[in-house]
C-alpha cells in the first residue's frame, strides 16, 4: 500500500461520543485534497467505550485508521509519542479526540509549513475555550519553560511535525515525556498558525486543576533546573537574613545590654531547620528521577493495535 503523505495522530481519553464524527471528517478533508491519510487513534486506558468506537471506526474506514490500545492510562504526551512511533506519513498532524480544533484547519497547518518550511507548524488560537484559571496557568507554565528550558513561544496539542524530526523523537525514553519540549531540542524551524478553538461539546477535560499542578510539577524537575536555581537563592537570601539579625543582636547586646531573647532563638531554628528540610526535599525529586530513570521501564505497553 502506498505510504501517505500525512499521519493523524490523536491520543483518546473517554472520548467515545467525537471519535466517530473527528474521523469522519478527517477523512473527508483529505479526500476532498485527493489525498490518503493514515489516522492513528491511541487509546490511553479509557473507561468508556472509546475502544470499541475506535474499533467501529477502523472498519467504516478500512486501510485509513490504525487503533492502538495501551495496557493502563500513561498520559496524553506517552499517548502521542506512542502514535508517532506508529506512523508511516512524512508528515505527522496530531490533535485532541475532543473536537475543540477543527479537522478543516489541518489546512491551515500544511499551507504554512509549505510557505515557510518549518520543521514544527503549531496551530494557536486568539483565545483557548478553556476556564481562566487554565488559561493563566498555561501561560504561566509557558513562560516558565520559555526562560528556563528550550520550549518556543507558544504551544500547542494541534501541530505538524515532519518526519526527520519525528524518527529523532519517537525511541525517546524518558519517564516523564512532555513533548514539546523534547520537540524543541531538535529543530527551532518553528511556525504558528492561527486555528479556530471551540468549546468542548461533550464530558469533561482529562486535567482536572489537581492533575495539572501535579504534571507542571512534574516536568519542571524533569525538564529545568529551575527548583534548584530556586533553593540556591533561598539558602542565599536566609544568609543575609540572619546575618541581618545577628548584627542587629550584637547591635542590641553592646549598645542596651538586651539579651538575646529564647523566642528569637526558637524561630531561627525553625526557620533554619524548615529551609534545610524543603531543600532536602528538592533534592530528594531530583534523586527520585535518576533512579526511576536507571530502572529503565517502559514508558507505555500496547496491548493491541487494529490495522
Not at 519517564?175 to 531540542?185: A, G, K, N, Q, R
Not at 531538535?186 to 486535567?207: F, L, N
Amino acid at each position: 500500500m502506498e505510504q501517505p503523505l500525512y499521519s493523524v495522530i490523536i491520543p483518546v481519553y473517554n472520548s467515545e461520543g467525537t471519535l466517530a464524527e473527528l474521523c469522519a471528517r478527517i477523512v473527508a478533508f483529505f479526500a476532498q485534497r485527493d489525498e490518503r491519510v493514515e489516522i492513528v487513534l491511541v487509546n490511553d486506558g479509557s473507561a468508556d467505550e472509546s475502544w470499541a468506537v475506535i474499533g467501529t471506526v477502523c472498519l467504516s474506514h478500512p486501510g485509513q485508521v490504525i487503533g492502538v490500545d495501551l495496557a493502563r492510562n500513561f498520559g496524553q504526551h506517552k499517548a502521542l509519542l506512542c502514535g508517532l512511533k506508529t506512523s508511516s506519513g512524512q508528515y505527522a498532524i496530531t490533535m485532541d479526540d475532543d473536537l475543540q480544533y477543527h479537522p478543516e484547519d489541518i489546512e491551515k497547518l500544511i499551507e504554512c509549513q509549505l510557505a515557510s518550511g518549518a520543521d514544527i507548524v503549531y496551530g494557536v488560537s486568539a483565545r483557548k475555550r478553556h476556564n481562566l484559571i487554565r488559561n493563566w496557568g498555561s501561560l504561566l507554565v509557558a513562560w516558565i519553560f520559555r526562560k528556563y528550558a528550550h520550549m518556543p513561544q507558544k504551544g500547542s496539542s494541534f501541530k505538524l511535525i515532519s518526519r526527520h524530526i519525528i524518527d529523532q523523537v519517537k525511541d525517546y525514553n524518558h519517564p516523564y515525556v512532555f513533548l514539546d519540549e523534547v520537540l524543541s531540542w531538535y529543530s527551532r524551524r518553528t511556525s504558528y498558525a492561527t486555528v479556530r478553538h471551540e468549546d468542548r461539546r461533550t464530558g469533561v477535560s482529562g486535567y482536572n486543576s489537581l492533575r495539572l499542578v501535579r504534571y507542571t510539577i512534574q516536568i519542571l524537575f524533569s525538564y529545568t533546573t529551575l527548583p534548584l536555581q530556586v533553593i540556591t537563592w533561598l539558602g542565599l537570601l536566609a544568609f543575609f537574613v540572619c546575618l541581618g539579625i545577628i548584627i542587629y543582636f550584637i547591635y542590641m547586646k553592646y549598645t542596651y545590654g538586651a539579651e538575646l531573647g529564647f523566642t528569637a532563638l526558637i524561630v531561627s531554628i525553625f526557620m533554619s531547620t524548615g529551609l534545610i528540610l524543603f531543600c532536602i526535599g528538592i533534592i530528594g525529586e531530583y534523586l527520585s528521577r535518576l533512579f526511576i530513570i536507571q530502572t529503565d521501564k517502559p514508558i507505555f505497553i500496547v496491548k493491541e493495535v487494529i490495522r
